[in-house]
């Protein structure tokens, strides 16, 4: 008989063909007596007694001397992904198939015998062996990961010098029935006496009867990591009993996350794997003798490419937010940040060069003209940090900074920010990223904004609740107008568009943000956002509340060459506006085809979208863009939009275009004209316009 892992695996177990037709049994799983945990302590006579079981277990291979031999096949998903401020885009998915081969006392071949791959963004990324393979010995006495480039040397929390390295602590208890027999086993926490030295924080799951660990979910203290460039690596090892008696691997998640040292900027790399066994066969019919010690195999790349029983797609592994894996490799992390001081999990990078995005470092602005900057973060413990930014703008000769402290408390996070002279943009679209501000201001003549500067400070509070995240802040601002510093000798072409002027003044304003990913229908990705903010004003006698929701669908299988988007805001204002809380419509990022920013006023509802087909991937797609928009003064705007020279559009004005993505669909070609717009003037006709553009995706790093 057999059974599934302690926790619900991806898929159920297949079941195990022996000497005879073996059942799945049915498992329960249940706290036992609460009385057996409400007493304990750090290195208790009792859970000290545990500790020496599962050493004592693991001096014979799977804490079972009868077991002789066995045939395992695995298959599992192995994903490099790029994280940009948390959104994680796939670089190279993998997919391997395992053979597995294992005979007493410890001796064990696995061969891979199948796997696939797809590169959706540049990489040369290679993996090391024991990222495409299973743990078959519970990570040995001496813990090694990346072929010891990664992590080498870390005590086992249960071999036979752990307890002089370890603390443990009894903090929970399970009883799993399988048909006649009952397990109970035992949740050790785990801790190093000594938090600076290489060691594992987190959870040992002990079998009382056999002394097994049935289950390790664990981190690292930030002294076990041998790259430099490693920020964290997390791991969950599940076993299954199988045949009532033995604990053999059943599920690994691991996690391996990894930034530049030297420089603070919000893009991460990180390693995702689940590895699950299938089958496992304890009388192999097939004789066989293994040479000592344990290797990694690997077929030839013609007879892996031809490997077709493969038990799930390229991309149904551990990709989406909230996935189980994700869940529990995040807990394995703040467990361990709740049995240690938090910053033993931490790369010593007290002092980095910080740049908020890329445009940080090097813009160039009709309002600023070629702006150089850098910043710094300081980190002040594993849960604070301070951050300062400074830039000169050369064609305005101003110096531009802010300054921030963050705080997090587990899931909350609290901030405090100031800035001087910082360049913002009237709208609520996004016309372009930075680096395409910059691009367009030298080929176009156009930076895609309308700047104004802000002095100020914000206090803000927020919350990750999973599915959804909140934040509310306050604000103090004083604004003024921007003016054009830029000749148009900069640029390769004639006159720049004039500034547009902003009403001065000081704005107290208090903005909130629900942002709540609705998770995957029919193939699409749904999410609504929902964005307020209410403010009093000594410029004039404004005084406005001002909001829209944003609902978002998008269809982005990635093992089909068909994907699409949709994106529907409608916002609205009350009281009195200033000219600087407008909603403006036209041109980039709204309705292309169109002169930019013609319309605006308090109230706005805008739709855009496509659809995309892969034709030759990863070099070329095809693409076809809509949109369609409505503006209107209002009574909250109609005052502001006729002092910043914006008109209604009357009459719904739309947006139809082709286009390629090229290059991983990193860089967009389009051409795209405006239709409608009703009884505009001449210079808001719609045309032809061809631009080039970057995947908005990653607009927020650049």
Known sequence: MSSPALSPPTRPHTGVIAAGVLTLATVYVFPAAAQEVDDAEWGAPRTLGLVERAIEARSHAFADTTLERFEATAQGHIYFLGDFRGEREVVRADQVALEVRWQAPDNAVQTIVGRRHEVRLPTKIQYHIDHLSLVLDNLGDRIELGEGDEVLGVPHPASPGGPHVYEYRLADSLEIRILDRTARVYRLEVRPRDDDRPAVVGSMYVDRETGAIARLRITFTAASYRDPELESIALDLRSGLWQGRYWLPAEQDVEITRSLRWLSFPLESVIRTRLVVQDYDFDPAESWTLPAGKRVATLPESRLAAFRWWESKLYDGPLDAGDRSDDELSRAVEDARSLVTPWSLERDQRLQFSVPDAS?????????????????????????????????????????????????????RIGLAGRRRSLEDVGWFEPASGVGRSIGLVFDHEDYSDPFFEDGARLAGGVDLGAANIEVGLSYARQRSAELVVESVFTAGGPLRPVRTIDDGELVSLDALVDVRLGARLGTRWSVELEGEAATASIGDFGYTRGAVTLSARRDLLDDPWGWTSLVTLGVSGGSLPAQRLFLLGGRGTLPGFPFRPWGGGRVALWRGDVSRS????????????????????????????????????????????????????????????????????????????????????????
């Open 360 to 412: 940080s470092g090097l813009r160039l602005r009709r309002a600023e003209g070629a702006l150089i900057g850098g910043g710094l973060r300081l980190r002040l413990d594993a849960a604070s940090d301070l951050t300062a930014w400074a830039g000169y703008a050369t064609g305005a000769e101003e110096l531009e900074a802010t300054v921030g402290l963050d705080r997090r408390f587990g899931s909350w």
């Open 615 to 702: 034709v030759v991937w990863p070099w070329v797609s095809v693409r076809v863009t809509g949109a369609a928009g409505w503006a209107d003064s209002g009574p909250a705007g109609a005052s502001a939009a006729e002092r910043f020279g914006v008109i209604d559009t009357d009459a719904v004005a739309g947006s139809l275009g082709v286009g390629l993505g090229l290059l991983y669909d990193l860089v967009r070609v389009e051409l795209a004209r405006g239709i409608g717009g009703g009884d505009a003037p001449d210079s808001v006709e719609g045309d032809w316009t061809f631009f080039l553009t970057i995947n908005p995706r990653f607009w927020d790093v650049l």
